[in-house]
């Protein structure tokens, strides 16, 4: 404000500045950001002989089930975003081990199971909040809820809500998708799997979510379907 002698106000004086073109830069980093994670994520899922469709989504269904839960759509974003990178360390697993058509043996499973400390390790260290998400997920997808997962056996809420969410999500594809060591399950068996598993392998609330709204998922499956020529 301007003020005269007499301590009155007689004008404001504005100082603006043009930022469309910063928030441009802004929204293509985010964009350009965006697009290495989905080809990070479609590099591991390659090596697995999985489709890129598989990502797209598990990014989907985090999103979705991140809503129902209750969270925030800046969460339920940062989720679906960082969610392509979940399983980035299995660059690192061997041919012989990843695409093993038969069970591991215990050692070959132990390295197997490396690939969610080498994924956080990867990814952690940033200063972005979407690469810090990245690498707790990847860390801690395959934690169980009743701490009978790996790496480190965390249980309940230990385990980061980010890692839960996507757990799900990553399970409910895996199941209903062909790949080298199995057949697709039959939807009744997955949703019977899940129910089996409240409290269990995941969490308990988190399931009642996934499923009271399984049409929605079911939604996304059929959207992002894959297609073999």
Avoid at 41 to 69: D, F, M, Q, W
Avoid at 89 to 114: F, H, R, T
Avoid at 160 to 184: C, E, N, P, Q, T
Wanted: net charge negative; with cysteine.
């Amino acid at each position: 404000p301007i003020i005269n002698t007499k301590g009155e106000v007689i004008e404001y004086l504005h100082l603006m500045s043009d930022i469309t073109e910063l928030m441009s830069i802004h929204l293509e980093i985010e964009k350009t950001q965006q697009e290495i994670i989905y080809l990070m994520g479609e590099i591991s899922e390659s090596r697995s002989k999985e489709t890129g469709n598989h990502i797209y989504r598990v990014a989907n269904y985090s999103r979705l089930l991140a809503i129902k839960a209750g969270l925030d759509e800046k969460e339920a974003n940062i989720i679906s975003k960082a969610s392509p990178m979940h399983d980035i360390g299995k660059v690192a697993i061997p041919d012989a081990i990843l695409l093993k058509p038969g069970s591991l043996n215990k050692e070959e499973w132990k390295i197997m199971q490396s690939h969610c400390n080498i994924g956080y390790k990867v990814l952690s260290g940033s200063q972005r909040p979407l690469l810090n998400a990245a690498a707790i997920i990847a860390k801690e997808h395959h934690e169980k809820y009743d701490g009978s997962g790996y790496p480190n056996k965390l249980s309940g809420e230990n385990i980061h809500i980010y890692a839960r969410i996507v757990a799900i999500a990553d399970v409910f594809d895996a199941l209903g998708s062909d790949r080298v060591y199995k057949k697709a399950w039959k939807l009744e068996n997955i949703l019977k799997f899940f129910e089996e598993n409240k409290n269990k392998h995941f969490d308990g609330k988190l399931i009642d979510c996934f499923l009271e709204n399984i049409d929605e998922f079911l939604e996304i499956k059929n959207k992002y379907k894959d297609v073999y020529n």
